[in-house]
């Protein structure tokens, strides 16, 4: 059965840490694109950042850049999304998706990704 499974949100004060993981499992990750979205109450879901698996550069939004990282561990088949100096604006219910991309920059636009997870809350308030 083909999934992805998202871990790691929680409760944090502006200014803090997380690391978000995504756990693909039942489907290769070769020629794939992983992404990261998230969905705040009222508002659409946004791509936040995006990795490709094969080359392993990453793209990320431009209200995460520079204070994101997105790694992967290829024996774990899990990608991790490290966010620092987080804002209350961060909060939302993370998920990850995957699509199938040959290209070597991956997009931050829903279209194309599935497989979604559940999602992982994220909350940034003091």
């Known amino acids: 059965q083909s999934q992805l499974v998202e871990s790691g949100g929680g409760l944090v004060q502006p200014g803090g840490s997380l690391r978000l993981s995504c756990a693909a499992s039942?489907?290769?990750?070769?020629?794939?694109?992983i992404a990261w979205f998230r969905q705040a109450p009222g508002k659409e879901r946004e791509g936040v950042s995006c990795?490709?698996?094969?080359?392993?550069?990453?793209n990320f939004a431009d209200s995460v850049k520079g204070r994101s990282t997105m790694s992967r561990d290829n024996a774990k088949k899990t990608v991790f999304l490290q966010m620092n100096s987080l804002k209350p604006e961060d909060t939302g219910v993370y998920y990850c998706?995957?699509?199938?991309?040959?290209?070597?920059?991956?997009?931050?636009?829903?279209?194309?990704?599935?497989?979604w997870g559940q999602g992982t809350q994220v909350t940034v308030s003091s």
């Open positions: 990795i490709n698996w094969t080359s392993g550069s990453t």
């Open positions: 998706a995957v699509v199938v991309d040959l290209s070597d920059l991956c997009a931050l636009s829903v279209s194309g990704y599935y497989g």
């Open positions: 039942g489907f290769p990750l070769e020629a794939r694109h």
